[in-house]
């Protein structure tokens, strides 16, 4: 079955610089999430859209940026980069017209900055 | 702020039952209790969920008590592969809920 779907899976940059994560949800959902996991900590909920449209909001800086495009995907969008943006960012996603809707998660985007 | 309390840690040895204990003692009526693991920096699997009933899948079988203040993840043929942390989380079943996730609990499978 199809998963999701996140790129880069890797990605280095410098303090200061801009960085785009993408997110392609499994086919039919219509939920995305990202999250956030430091080293060493738990995943933290970033933001997340339903049907294109921001459904909650999380601990996400306000350098940060995120939206869902008409065919789902959704991407993040982080600028003036800081060494503490270094973690992975998981996309997660889900089709809310299941009634018991639970979230299927990527493999991640592992960002280190510089 | 994470609505439920794991140990730290467990072991166990392969070929044997894996039994994960949750507390959730705050847990209201139309909350379910979901399980995820995380193989490591992999992205969280879901395992399971279920309310109040007992629910078993491929993967697992959960054990509500009836005052749904806790749980137990059972893992009935542990392998090295499982080797994980193991995530309970209390959450409403609604698109817009997010996962909290709290510390859980480090298992880890020995031959």
């Known amino acids: 079955a199809a998963g999701v779907i996140q790129s880069p899976r890797h990605l280095i940059k410098e303090k200061r610089e801009t960085a785009t994560l993408k997110c392609y949800p499994i086919?039919?959902?219509?939920?995305v999430y990202w999250y956030q996991q430091g080293p060493g900590q738990d995943p933290q909920f970033l933001i997340s859209?339903?049907?294109?449209?921001?459904?909650d909001k999380g601990s996400i800086p306000d350098r940060f940026s995120a939206q869902q495009f008409s065919d789902y995907h959704s991407e993040l969008n982080m600028s003036s980069l800081e060494l503490g943006d270094s973690a992975l960012y998981f996309c997660?996603?889900?089709?809310?017209?299941?009634?018991?809707?639970?979230?299927?998660f990527g493999p991640g985007t592992r960002l280190l900055v510089l | 702020d994470a609505k439920t309390t794991q140990p730290t840690s467990m072991d166990c040895a392969e070929g044997r039952a894996a039994n994960l204990p949750c507390n959730h003692s705050t847990i209201s009526g139309n909350e379910y209790v979901y399980w995820y693991r995380q193989i490591h920096s992999q992205g969280p699997q879901y395992i399971i969920h279920g309310l109040k009933n007992n629910e078993t899948n491929e993967m697992a079988s959960l054990i509500i008590t009836e005052d749904r203040k806790s749980s137990t993840l059972i893992l009935p043929h542990a392998t090295l592969r499982d080797t994980a942390v193991y995530y309970c989380?209390?959450?409403?079943?609604?698109?817009?809920?997010?996962?909290?996730f709290g510390t859980g609990t480090r298992l880890q499978v020995f031959p």
């Open positions: 859209f339903y049907e294109k449209m921001q459904s």
């Open positions: 997660a996603s889900s089709l809310a017209a299941s009634g018991q809707e639970t979230q299927y």
């Open positions: 086919p039919r959902h219509d939920t």
């Open positions: 989380i209390v959450r409403l079943p609604y698109n817009t809920d997010k996962l909290i």
